[in-house]
């Protein structure tokens, strides 16, 4: 690929991928609205999609405070955390042969790197803002990841040992013949809860837990600040499902009436609304819930799938 | 209490929440509660306590009589008026004002009114850009109808002359006792 196809493919992946955050703000509205008898923001524009226009001028019209008592070099840079770490784990995904920013070959690791530093602006956030509320949720915040990201690397571990790379590229290859859905069915549910609590969506928005903590690490955040970790938080679902489309569904693999591309999308905005239904129907676990779910079944669980994977794998090599 | 912790509850809980997504996932298939007003309006009830009205009688007079009570009743003092009487010694009010602004619909003043003159009507649409605009006067409350009560005229019932029927001509009235005579 010359310099300039790579470029096109960065600015291309980036335009698509804010486009959809915003987005998003429409389709989880509407989604919402329909799930609970409702029609959602019907009227600006057809169907009430521009909405996201009025959304994001609202939002920059809004005044940017920095509360007096906070750490003002902090506040400002945790936003951007967040955003630039979900948009940095993007680069290693395959959206369709070819297409990918930066075809790693350890492209997993690099995503569940990018990933846990992504708590670094919950916990910047929250630490900066020099608020009871704020710093609670940012703990929080802080325990949770810790907590997931341990089973949500193990749990992707069948994948790399089925497929035997790290490279993104590789694992969606691997997939030709059977959908890892179906060798790794408790790898996927795993790490699809461990990416529910990764992007901290509902039911386990504990650092943000509006009836607890008001909204937690960004309680003080105000304009496009806040509209930085919302969009961050779109991100994350589309980051998410993208790795879940990607590691279990056959990536861009589909039959050939769609291009690539298309069939990329259609499963990750799949996997989108079973995000919002999510948040639709489920109520929020206790703060000591989530944290034993992780530690005594989910963890134990991830373990025994990876040892029958291994031994599976090796059992078939003939080892 | 701590179910979630056992292998059996754990499955449980998990099945009940997948059963709780497919439930919610079948309200995309439901009607849809919302009204989307302006093109579709809601039903409102005819004794409804909406924008209140001064009616008339089937005469096509005013019914009000200012008495005054609607005014006592109002426990947000919104009604103003200013009783006077025309040739005949049939009351009516000089000027009659209701601050908008200030009512609370609660209906009271319908409920004190003897000549049933005032009344809340089944309609909710007055909002007002300027918040002068929402002070009522007679002339604003005045509608040329007779309301909830068709046919009843206070002056027909009511034993005082004022220029709507004779001395002893009311319904369910009888005839005045001639006092100069004698016969029975």
Redesign the interface.
């Known amino acids: 690929m010359t310099v300039m196809q790579h470029i096109w493919i960065v600015i291309g992946v980036l335009f698509v991928l804010l486009n959809i955050a915003a987005g998003l703000i429409w389709v989880e509205r509407r989604l919402l609205a329909l799930w609970q008898d409702r029609l959602g923001p019907n009227r600006a524009g057809p169907l009430g999609l521009f909405i996201v226009l009025a959304d994001t001028l609202k939002l920059f019209f809004k005044e940017d405070w920095i509360p007096p008592f906070a750490d003002k070099k902090i506040f400002i840079l945790a936003p951007a955390i967040v955003v630039g770490s979900v948009l940095l784990s993007f680069v290693i995904i395959p959206f369709a042969p070819n297409i990918v920013v930066a075809d790693l070959n350890i492209g997993l690791l690099f995503f569940l790197a990018m990933s846990s530093l992504g708590v670094y602006s919950i916990v910047l956030g929250g630490w900066a803002s020099n608020n009871k509320y704020a710093l609670l949720g940012a703990l929080r915040g802080a325990s949770q990841m810790i907590a997931y990201e341990v089973f949500m690397g193990l749990s992707l571990m069948g994948v790399v040992m089925l497929t035997g790379s790290f490279n993104m590229g590789a694992i969606v290859e691997a997939q030709k013949d059977m959908w890892f859905i179906v060798t790794q069915p408790v790898g996927f549910f795993v790490f699809f809860i461990a990416g529910i609590a990764e992007t901290h969506r509902l039911p386990f928005d504990i650092p943000e837990a509006e009836s607890e903590l008001i909204a937690g690490y960004h309680a003080e955040y105000s304009g496009m600040k806040f509209g930085m970790f919302f969009i961050g938080e779109y991100l994350g679902i589309t980051l998410i499902s993208a790795m879940m489309v990607a590691l279990f569904f056959g990536g861009w693999l589909g039959p050939s009436f769609l291009p690539p591309l298309a069939w990329f999308a259609l499963k990750t905005f799949f996997f989108i609304g079973v995000f919002i239904l999510l948040r639709a129907s489920l109520p929020r676990p206790r703060y000591d819930q989530l944290i034993e779910y992780g530690w005594k079944i989910l963890l134990p669980v991830v373990l025994a799938n990876l040892m029958i994977t291994g031994a599976i794998a090796l059992w078939m090599k003939g080892g | 209490m701590r179910q979630?912790?056992l292998?059996g509850g754990?499955v449980k809980i998990m099945l009940s929440?997948l059963r709780?997504?497919w439930?919610?996932?079948l309200?995309?298939f439901?009607?849809?509660?919302?009204i989307?007003y302006p093109e579709e309006k809601i039903k409102l009830h005819p004794r409804w306590r909406g924008r209140i009205v001064l009616t008339k009688d089937p005469d096509g007079g005013e019914r009000c009589v200012g008495c005054y009570l609607c005014a006592v009743a109002c426990p947000v003092d919104c009604i103003a008026l200013q009783a006077t009487e025309d040739e005949n010694g049939r009351r009516y009010p000089e000027f009659f004002r209701i601050n908008f602004s200030r009512c609370i619909f609660c209906g009271y003043c319908e409920e004190a009114c003897p000549t049933y003159a005032i009344q809340l009507i089944p309609d909710f649409e007055m909002a007002e850009y300027n918040r002068q605009n929402l002070v009522f006067e007679k002339e604003d409350l005045l509608i040329n109808s007779q309301g909830k009560y068709p046919g009843y005229n206070f002056y027909k019932v009511a034993g005082m002359d004022a220029g709507v029927k004779e001395k002893g001509e009311g319904d369910n009235e009888e005839p005045v006792v001639d006092i100069k005579s004698l016969l029975p």
């Open positions: 979630s912790t292998p754990g929440n709780t997504m439930l919610v996932f309200h995309l439901h009607k849809k509660e919302t989307q």
